[in-house]
Nanobody
Framework: QVQLVESGGGMVHAGASLRLTCVAS????????MGWFRQAPGKEREFVAN????????IYGDSVKGRFTISREYTNNTLFLEMNSLKPEDTAVYYC????????????????WGQGTQVTVSS
């Protein structure tokens, strides 16, 4: 199982930006894609973004399109999520995850998960 560690969360005002980082252990062929999910209290885990590890093709959840950007550093096994124009609705614990498949948006399609990092956006 891949080991994942997130960082970069914090408390910001609406309109601010944050950059989340996820560092993965293991070998590149242990996963075909990596993604970000978020979960607010009392709500289901929500898909945020996914990136194919080799080709770099990305997909985004509707609620973050145009505001968030997912990227990776292939050599360093590092995943990023650049979050701009943050809204109070973005408040949640953000998790990175790896998958043996590409172009997946359901939590059940991901094999390994990080511990999560808290993002809080005030009005």
């Amino acid at each position: 199982q891949v080991q994942l560690v997130e960082s970069g969360g914090g408390m910001v005002h609406a309109g601010a930006s944050l950059r989340l980082t996820c560092v993965a252990s293991g070998r590149a062929f242990d996963w075909n894609s990596m993604g970000w999910f978020r979960q607010a209290p009392g709500k289901e885990r929500e898909f945020v973004a996914n990136i194919a590890w080799i080709g770099g093709t990305t997909i985004y959840g509707d609620s973050v399109k145009g505001r968030f950007t997912i990227s990776r550093e292939y050599t360093n096994n590092t995943l990023f999520l650049e979050m701009n124009s943050l809204k109070p609705e973005d408040t949640a614990v953000y998790y990175c995850a790896s998958s043996r498949k590409s172009f997946r948006i359901l939590p059940g399609d991901f094999d390994s998960w990080g511990q999560g990092t808290q993002v809080t956006v005030s009005s």
